[in-house]
């Protein structure tokens, strides 16, 4: 059949198939590093709000009250800054979604021969790079607060984060799946992300809360992120790190595959 | 003749509101066929079942030869779709949104190169492609997605109101590429548009209308159903003129400042008629076809309205000025 200049790519089949699904993968991936890398003004600004909380709100309280057993209040907040800078970075990512979903590249995306599984491993895998790559920028800020950072460590938290933010990266995905405007992320903002944030131990310990609170923060998996951080950055910890890193794999797990559900349900 | 998009018995229900009802059609290969209706007429929606982002509420269609239900992967490549709106992604260059493209549609690297080089040169941007795309103007977005559009080859190429926001000049640049394409390329084109006068340049058009195919023919064969042209005529004594055509032809004439005007059947056979039997010095005449609106409202009883605006139309409206750079 003469078909003009058709070609026909509609062979994928098999192991092609797979191919062509990493293949999506890498494109989002890469998409959103490459555009995380050119927008420097975007870098620059993610970190002065980090830098606000340490070197204003740190110091600040840092010169009334201490940190649990003696150490410097700002040296204590140091791994929930960088926690939170994962959080909101991770979560923005993928909120990213809504938007791009009806006005941008994502339409490209959703309209090409690839699983919709693809889509969302590879938005949750580039979300949760640029996240790290953010929390990373942050752990710069540790000599300028009197803090040594070994490589080791260093290492650990990159990976911890990459962690952390496929959890939260995933957990954006869901929620952008199902959302409709930008509106609601803000909603989401204020009744859920700040509450879940502060009553995870980045900025206060969460020994000796009122009960009410300690239960809240136990059920709360992001206190489990900045657990770990902690172990790993400060030494202190309230969980075993173990736990915290049984209860952040569990958390990933089962939000890519809830994301993956519902986008492969959508349409 | 090859039956490129077959559709049956399409249907699309939100809820209680039924945005698409039963529609069926079939368009030739190698043509270009399209979509006319006002806002929220369904044209989108239809556009986004036969691109596999919707599922039909009942109701088939099929895709060079590919049902959009059962093999959408299939379908997905033989299409190539630009949409209403915007969909590159303007921190990167034209470039890389092309390599993304074939990447996501596997086109070999080798080949990739070849056709890249070759879809930037119909629609002229190659000496722009490593230019960040936030730098083009409305026009030239456009033409970038035409052309990642065509990348993959496909046998389909959907334009989901492809001149929408632009200014006049650019819209008949956007049509002389299509044109240019189908000659190369022998590729369908399947459009939608509220734009009249855009119509015309399909070779079949469905009007569509609250959900509903209304008619579907030539743009010829749908003015003809409006019934004769609109001749005007200006003479060296109108009035006696007048009291001629009115005499010998049986037609009611109206006169203006501007001269005579009558509505009459095969206008084009009329004319030399006019000439022969009126004695009356002609300086002028003129013929006007019906235009499609003249179609559309007479299928419709109502003019192409604009909708009222949701939320999202806003933001899309928005969206479009920004990217438009006014």
Redesign the interface.
């Given at each position: 059949m003469e078909t003009g200049g058709y070609k026909g790519y509609s062979e994928a089949k098999g192991t092609n198939r797979l191919l062509n699904n990493a293949k999506a993968v890498y494109v989002i991936w890469l998409r959103e590093l490459i555009r995380f890398l050119r927008e420097k003004a975007r870098i620059v600004t993610s970190l002065i709000q980090p830098a606000v909380w340490l070197f204003i709100m740190g110091k600040g309280l840092g010169s009334s009250f201490a940190g649990p057993q003696g150490v410097d209040y700002v040296k204590f907040m140091f791994p929930g800054v960088v926690g939170m800078t994962v959080l909101f970075a991770s979560l923005f990512s993928s909120i990213s979604i809504v938007w791009d979903r009806e006005f941008g590249f994502l339409k490209e995306i959703l309209v090409a021969p690839v699983s919709r599984t693809a889509i969302v491993i590879g938005k949750a895998l580039s979300g949760s790079t640029t996240a790290m790559l953010q929390g990373a920028l942050v752990l710069l800020f540790a000599p300028l607060i009197g803090m040594r950072l070994s490589l080791p460590m260093v290492l650990e938290a990159l990976g911890l984060m990459f962690l952390i933010s496929f959890a939260l990266a995933s957990t954006g995905i869901l929620i952008a799946a199902r959302m409709e405007s930008m509106q609601s992320f803000q909603l989401l903002m204020n009744f859920f992300v700040m509450p879940m944030f502060f009553l995870s131990g980045a900025m206060f310990p969460l020994r000796g809360l009122p009960a009410w609170m300690g239960v809240i923060a136990r059920i709360n998996p992001l206190a489990y992120g900045i657990d770990a951080m902690k172990s790993v950055i400060i030494g202190l910890h309230e969980f075993a790190l173990g736990t915290d890193l049984a209860v952040i794999i569990v958390m990933a797990a089962a939000m890519i595959t809830g994301a993956v559900a519902l986008f492969n349900r959508e349409g | 003749m090859?039956k490129i998009v077959e559709v049956d018995n399409l249907r699309k229900e939100f809820g209680a509101v039924l945005a698409v009802k039963d529609i069926s059609l079939e368009v030739e290969?190698?043509e270009i066929f399209g979509f006319l209706g006002p806002n929220g007429a369904g044209k989108s929606t239809t556009i986004k079942m036969l691109?596999?982002?919707?599922?039909p509420t009942s109701g088939t269609a099929r895709l060079a030869g590919y049902n959009i239900a059962g093999q959408?992967?299939?379908v997905?490549?033989?299409i190539g779709?630009v949409?209403q709106?915007?969909?590159?992604?303007e921190?990167?260059t034209a470039r890389?949104n092309l390599v993304?493209?074939a990447?996501?549609?596997?086109?070999p690297p080798k080949?990739r190169e070849e056709r890249m080089a070759e879809v930037l040169k119909m629609v002229d941007l190659s000496d722009r492609q490593t230019d960040?795309v936030k730098t083009y103007s409305g026009g030239m977005k456009r033409r970038l997605e035409i052309a990642?559009g065509l990348l993959?080859?496909?046998?389909v190429l959907f334009l989901d109101e492809p001149t929408v926001g632009l200014d006049p000049q650019t819209r008949n640049h956007i049509w002389g590429y299509i044109h240019q394409l189908r000659e190369?390329?022998?590729?369908t084109i399947f459009m939608t548009t509220h734009y009249m006068d855009e119509a015309e340049n399909c070779d079949r058009i469905a009007i569509i209308d609250h959900g509903q195919i209304v008619a579907l023919d030539t743009p010829d064969g749908l003015k003809r159903l409006v019934g004769g042209e609109v001749i005007s005529l200006k003479t060296a004594d109108d009035a006696e003129a007048a009291a001629a055509i009115a005499e010998k032809f049986g037609v009611q004439v109206n006169r203006d400042d501007e001269g005579l005007h009558f509505e009459i059947e095969n206008g084009e056979e009329f004319i030399p008629k006019l000439f022969a039997e009126l004695r009356t010095r002609i300086r002028s005449v003129s013929l006007r076809r019906p235009t499609l609106d003249d179609v559309f409202l007479k299928l419709t009883g109502h003019a192409i309205r604009e909708e009222q605006v949701s939320?999202?139309d806003r933001?899309?409206a928005h969206?479009r000025m920004r990217r438009a750079g006014h």
């Open positions: - | 090859v290969q190698g691109s596999t982002l919707l599922k959408p992967n299939e997905r490549r033989s779709l949409f709106d915007p969909s590159l992604d921190s990167l890389e993304f493209h990447m996501l549609y596997g086109v080949e960040v990642r993959h080859y496909p046998r190369r390329e022998k590729i939320g999202k933001m899309r969206v």
